[in-house]
């Protein structure tokens, strides 16, 4: 038999941290190895266009020492994995090796370093996202101890100027914004114990890539939603407002969000928000769509085994696992 193409190659470099000045190089990898999935699942004509870079500057300052990348023998970028840390919450993604690089059980290599760093943050949730009708990625990551779990539904709604936007954290005097952000640790927490989602706020706002929606009621904390604006793709304007991370502590208080959600599309210059409904929450799915949500994509979360999603027993928490 001969030997496979791939398998004769020096060993990749790596891991090593991902920084601003290889977002460019990154960008292109992103864009050819994902296209070249679509491709391979039939979707002939799609071409994943390259991310804004202030996204990625999102992504890699998010995740920290879990911005990981890997070298060829050139020193060209040949794959990468960044490994995020919410707390308690860890999750991947992007994560891609270069395709004349595949096969050679550096895909595997990739998510491992991944798990790894996530378990050293010690995370009790460990997760990713991939298509659900990409069947060789359900199997490769089941051969890594993966398990499927519920479908992740985008659900979109049209801007609305009905309801007025109130209690955003980029009003809120700088004394007094790390206290808001303490409120939302301690919130997401009450939810899932260990949820944290304050590295995402504080660059959020630092970055200006959105706001965090601060929901009060008698001056208590009882939801925070973290959107950005920002336009996901590379020279495109902005076109929708995408939550990231929403938690409720009722669902009443979810539903009563929708139309805030809405006045900040609208207020945002955005034509709708876009939600990524975990599929647990049945009841939020049903209000989103009673509200006029449309369905309009679909990825299948799996978690490690050991590591399961942590669901709250009560109120409203979505965890976006893709940037």
Request: glycine share 10%.
């Amino acid at each position: 038999m001969a030997p496979h193409p791939h398998h004769d190659r020096p060993a990749l470099s790596g891991p090593a941290p991902i920084t601003s000045a290889d977002i460019a190089e990154l960008n292109t990898l992103f864009s050819d190895a994902f296209t070249e999935r679509y491709r391979r699942d039939g979707l002939v004509g799609v071409r994943v266009p390259p991310l804004n870079p202030a996204i990625w500057r999102y992504a890699i300052d998010g995740a920290g020492s879990g911005a990981m990348l890997w070298r060829d023998e050139v020193g060209a970028i040949a794959a990468f994995n960044i490994a995020h840390a919410s707390g308690a919450e860890g999750w991947m993604g992007p994560l891609a090796v270069r395709q004349d690089r595949q096969g050679a059980g550096q895909g595997k290599a990739i998510v491992q370093a991944g798990v790894a760093h996530l378990r050293g943050r010690g995370c009790r949730t460990i997760g990713l996202e991939t298509m659900p009708r990409t069947v060789d990625n359900i199997g490769f990551y089941a051969g890594i101890g993966f398990v499927p779990g519920f479908l992740t539904v985008t659900i979109t709604l049209e801007s609305s100027a009905a309801s007025r936007v109130q209690g955003l954290l980029s009003e809120v005097g700088s004394a007094s914004r790390e206290t808001a952000i303490a409120e939302c640790a301690a919130l997401a927490g009450q939810l899932s114990p260990g949820a944290d989602y304050s590295r995402e706020i504080r660059l959020t706002h630092e970055l200006g890539l959105g706001d965090t929606l601060l929901v009060r009621q008698r001056d208590q904390l009882v939801g925070f939603v973290v959107c950005h604006a920002a336009p996901l793709v590379e020279g495109r304007t902005r076109d929708e407002l995408r939550v990231l991370k929403l938690v409720a502590d009722h669902h009443a208080v979810f539903v009563s969000m929708l139309p805030m959600l809405t006045a900040l599309a609208r207020r945002s210059a955005t034509m709708r928000v876009a939600l990524r409904m975990q599929g647990e929450h049945r009841e939020a799915f049903r209000d989103t769509v009673a509200a006029g949500g449309r369905v309009r994509w679909t990825d299948l979360r799996m978690t490690l085994h050991g590591y399961p999603q942590l669901v709250p027993a009560g109120g409203v928490l979505l965890s976006n696992w893709e940037i």
